[in-house]
């Protein structure tokens, strides 16, 4: 156990500094983030939509805001816990699969005290750029706005994992927009295939918007 606990504290610190090198040296262009006072002071809160794959900016950009991170209960998701606390980032463990209500839970209660929520909305385990319901309902119990994420590398590595992970190479091209909020209606019946497609599809646009930004 202390063995355990000995390696997921070396490879946290290590991604940690990683992170710390790495996006200081980016060249970064930031687009659409002035929409957030603007829902801000109409008195909503705000759920950040990003692919697990582009995880690696988000972290860093985002660790100086008021912000909740969700993190999986496996392994992975204890590594990634001490990264983004050593960021400041408070965390919730759990995902949609394990652990799920009661995670979904306490974002509710974070969201209601004025936080705003990070999630990987393909995370844990995937399926890859597969919006999953918990970002549909945890939205529309709050009324919070839902912002995807994109993100963009001039020079980049992919990883040949699930979710094809992205690391920047130092010093490249970088990008990272906020696409338009998205509201869940409450007035509505439940429409959770809609709005994950939704979802989905407005990171991917973002993303898009990001890769325009550098040049891609």
Same mark, same amino acid.
């Given at each position: ?27 970064? *262009? ?9 829902? &801000? ?15 690696? %900016? ?5 660790? =100086?805001? $008021? ?8 392994? $992975?998701?204890?590594?990634? =816990?001490?990264?983004?606390? @050593? ?8 995902? !949609?699969?394990?652990?799920? !209500? @009661?995670?979904?839970? @306490?974002?509710?209660?974070? %969201?209601?005290?004025?936080?705003? #929520?990070?999630? +990987? !909305?393909?995370?844990? =385990? ?5 919006? &999953? ?7 529309? &119990? +709050? ?10 590398? &001039? @020079? ?15 010093? !490249? +091209? /970088? ?6 909020? #998205?509201?869940? /209606?409450?007035?509505?019946?439940? $429409?959770?295939?809609?709005? =994950?497609?939704? #979802?989905? +599809?407005?990171?991917?646009? *973002? ?10």
């Amino acid at each position: 156990m202390l063995m355990g606990n000995a390696k997921g504290f070396i490879i946290s610190e290590s991604a940690y500094w990683l992170s710390q090198l790495i996006n200081r040296s980016l060249n970064l *262009t930031v687009k659409n983030e002035e929409q957030l006072v603007e829902i &801000k002071e109409r008195g909503q809160n705000v759920i950040f939509a990003v692919w697990h794959e582009q995880l690696w %900016l988000p972290i860093y950009y985002l660790r =100086t805001r $008021d912000c909740v991170a969700l993190a999986s209960e496996s392994r $992975d998701g204890e590594y990634i =816990t001490g990264v983004l606390e @050593r960021m400041d980032w408070e965390v919730v463990r759990g995902s !949609t699969s394990r652990g799920g !209500t @009661r995670s979904l839970l @306490r974002l509710i209660k974070k %969201l209601r005290q004025g936080k705003e #929520i990070a999630i +990987t !909305t393909d995370g844990p =385990t995937g399926p890859r750029r597969e919006v &999953k319901a918990g970002i549909y309902y945890l939205a529309k &119990k +709050t009324g919070s706005v839902i912002v995807p994420l994109g993100v963009a590398f &001039k @020079r980049k590595k992919r990883f040949n994992s699930w979710d094809r992970f992205q690391l920047p190479a130092p010093f !490249t +091209t /970088a990008a990272l927009v906020y696409g338009s909020g #998205i509201t869940i /209606a409450q007035d509505n019946a439940d $429409d959770v295939d809609y709005y =994950t497609d939704l #979802i989905g +599809t407005k990171i991917n646009e *973002t993303i898009s918007r990001a890769e325009e930004v550098i040049g891609d």
